[in-house]
């Protein structure tokens, strides 16, 4: 089983425990939360953009991801984001499918390692 510092930037997850006042982990547990609900989301939306051929939208969604992601310690997400906003930019669908099956992937594990955090 992987552990958070397998799949997490640990140094960016103890950057935003600091946030509370005097260890209170109340805006670390939200920001946890929001990045859950909302990458999940993203991710669907940017599968439904890739079987629809829209290239401009799913770079769009995927510079979304990068970013989130990396502002969560998610960095493995957020470089294969990176690679499919890199590949629409470029107009080239080919190839967005493949990174979109491993940032999927990346995902789900980043998602159970913040899940794991919360406990």
Known sequence: MLQP??????????????LGD???QSLFLELLEL?????????????????????K???RIAHTLKSSSANLGAMTVSKICFEIELLGRN???AGMSTLFE???EAHRSAVSALIALRA
């Open 91 to 93: 107009q080239s669908a």
């Open 102 to 104: 491993s940032a999927r």
């Open 5 to 18: 510092n397998d799949v997490l930037d640990m140094s960016v997850i103890a950057a935003l425990r600091e």
């Open 22 to 24: 005097d260890g209170d």
């Open 35 to 55: 990045y859950v609900d909302d990458s999940t989301r993203q991710m669907e939306r940017l599968e439904q953009s890739l079987h629809a051929g829209d290239v």
């Open 57 to 59: 939208l799913s770079e």
